[in-house]
């Protein structure tokens, strides 16, 4: 049998106190910080499980930059096509105006330099940016389309005038960010160019009428089918941008959902359960205060009390 001597009930009590104090010391800390965990070693499980939720969440505000990137390349390049747009219907306006035979030559050198106006805004919006960055050169965004807006069309756009440029929205999910506006603008700019040279020519309302396709068949005369193609063709690649512009606006509520999930996972992983945590606290509280009066009771006098 193992003697129990003064000293060791004294040891015992003192190493009990201490590890109260461990546990209560615990419990305040983690209603203090509001995690359960003040470090790795508290619980590897719990950390290596909230270092992979902090990762998908950095992953994720990564990917809602790049949709505010790819929002601003797209919502530019729409307004961009519907500048093109508005200045086609202006054209063909002035077009049917110039082929009309109560029309002077000076009255179609007004409408010409109007249409050569219109013109260089039409090479302006060719070469609209974003940041630094030309959005209808392709994968030279460094190069503007126009080397200025009454300069031809800029030669070092021509490799790579279709190139994609794509940006990540999602895991595995990369979405095309431009629309390459070589060929689309230089119709339109060949035409523009033709309407110039007819108009400068001095030509007849039926002259300009044969050179521009003005199809009189409707009575009015407002059918010109190389501008109506192209009107058309605007409204094409503007119905694409747009259907991008919806997809990016799916994938960034997918983006928000899935971050509220992983906010949850992390926030059940790590969070203190504070009701929990001050019932346990209060719980411990009452055995430290148990264990100070049994061991005061324990703990006999010694000698040296009775010499005092």
Do not use: C
């Not at 009255?107 to 090479?123: P, V």
């Not at 503007?144 to 595995?172: C, H, M, R, W």
């Not at 300009?208 to 109506?228: E, F, V």
């Amino acid at each position: 049998m193992t003697r129990v001597t003064q000293s060791m009930l004294s040891s015992n009590m003192l190493r009990n106190l201490n590890s109260s104090y461990n546990k209560m010391s615990k419990y305040q800390e983690m209603l203090n910080s509001g995690s359960i965990i003040s470090r790795p070693s508290d619980d590897p499980v719990v950390a290596v499980k909230g270092m992979g939720y902090r990762v998908e969440l950095d992953k994720n505000e990564q990917y809602k930059r790049n949709i505010r990137e790819a929002h601003t390349w797209l919502d530019s390049t729409d307004e961009a096509l519907d500048q093109v747009g508005s200045a086609m219907k202006r054209v063909k306006e002035l077009i049917v105006q110039a082929a009309n035979d109560t029309n002077t030559t000076e009255d179609r050198q007004k409408i010409n330099a109007e249409i050569t106006q219109i013109k260089q805004q039409l090479r302006d919006v060719a070469n609209s940016k974003v940041g630094d960055n030309y959005i209808f050169s392709g994968t030279h965004t460094s190069q503007p389309l126009y080397t200025d807006s009454t300069g031809p069309q800029n030669p070092a756009i021509t490799t790579g005038a279709t190139g994609e440029i794509k940006i990540n929205v999602f895991d595995g999910i990369s979405m095309k960010l431009n629309t390459p506006g070589n060929d689309f603008f230089k119709e339109v700019d060949d035409f523009m160019g033709r309407v110039e040279t007819v108009l400068q020519s001095d030509a007849t309302s039926a002259e300009i009428s044969d050179a521009l396709g003005l199809d009189m068949s409707d009575g009015a005369g407002n059918n010109i089918p190389a501008l109506d193609g192209l009107y058309e063709k605007t409204l094409t690649i503007r119905a694409e941008v747009g259907a991008r512009q919806n997809r990016v606006e799916m994938m960034e509520n997918r983006l928000d959902i899935q971050n509220v999930n992983i906010t949850k996972q992390k926030s059940q992983n790590e969070d203190t359960d504070y009701a929990k945590t001050i019932t346990e606290m209060v719980t411990q509280e009452s055995i430290h205060q148990a264990a100070l009066s049994v061991g005061a009771k324990i703990i006999q006098q010694t000698l040296v009390d009775f010499i005092r």
